[in-house]
DNA sequence: TATTCTGTAACAAGAAGGGTAACAAAAGCA
DNA sequence: TGCTTTTGTTACCCTTCTTGTTACAGAATA
């Protein structure tokens, strides 16, 4: 599995931020709803900046907030701003050239990796921040009521 | 992504036997073939044998072979054999419980996640081992002819 | 019995991720 | 202008995961 927590982390922060609507938030505020430091925040920040995604002012009264409306970021783009490479790595060190099966088996293996990874895109390209912000609202809901 | 390269080496070594056919290959033949140290190879060769996907035979004359026929094992079977995690993972620390957005994101992301790894098994599910070694077989003939 | 394998443990090396401190640059304010 | 706040970015350390390697017990065969 992807051994990082970014692509999660992303989709909390920018959840976060349809949740404030369009008042910007400061990356120590998010750092502490999602329990880490906010250099870690920041750093995933700017990679969604420069995919259009958030923008950031500095200064006092400074933070960031989301670029597009929630219904108008999918799950894909956030993943591809900040997790570049794939779902699977092929082999570390390449295979013997000398085998019929090693020389060949990195182009097979690729063409799989391609299928997977497209299926993966396309189960992340139909959900949008929106969908996940009106699915968050239920549980906050009930959470709400049991605190009465 | 998967930081680790099992699957493919796994997916290498199977393609290899179903290559093979029903003669046992020792980690030491294997492992050249796929460039790296024979204990590697034996210890993913004993997470597929516990799978039921190869059978051993220690002793002189030993080694290893598929315990089914190459279209009876797809790359999902290889995959869950290998790789025990999903395809990502959630955040490292657990997030702010007294955030509204913190305490529900986790469960709302297991559902994408769960989603995300339906669609690859999916697509692991339709691939046999059979299918791997008849897309290599046209490289390899033109790899033969291209040695005439 | 000697040989040839697998199964498995132990350990070093390397890579990747994340936490942290530090600082320049930008933006607002007195 | 000078001070404060906040982002953008770098550098460094620590932890975790993976792989490479050596070593050795146990099983199978001749």
């Given at each position: 599995m992807s051994t990082s927590s970014r692509f999660a982390v992303a989709v909390h922060v920018l959840t976060l931020m349809a949740w404030s609507k369009d008042e910007p938030l400061k990356s120590e505020q998010v750092a502490e709803s999602v329990n880490t430091n906010p250099v870690v925040i920041r750093r995933i920040l700017c990679e969604l900046a420069h995919f259009g995604l958030v923008v950031s002012q500095t200064g006092s009264m400074g933070g960031t907030k989301l670029?597009?409306?929630?219904?108008?970021?999918?799950l894909l783009d956030i993943h591809q701003a900040v997790e570049s490479r794939g779902v699977f790595s092929l082999h570390r060190q390449p295979p013997n050239r000398d085998c019929p099966v090693g020389v060949n088996i990195e182009t097979v293996l690729g063409d799989v990796l391609g299928e997977v990874n497209s299926a993966v895109d396309h189960v992340l390209a139909k959900i949008t921040i929106e969908d996940l912000a009106l699915r968050l609202q239920p549980c906050v809901s009930t959470a709400e009521k049991a605190r009465h």
């Open positions: 670029a597009r409306q929630p219904n108008e970021i999918t």
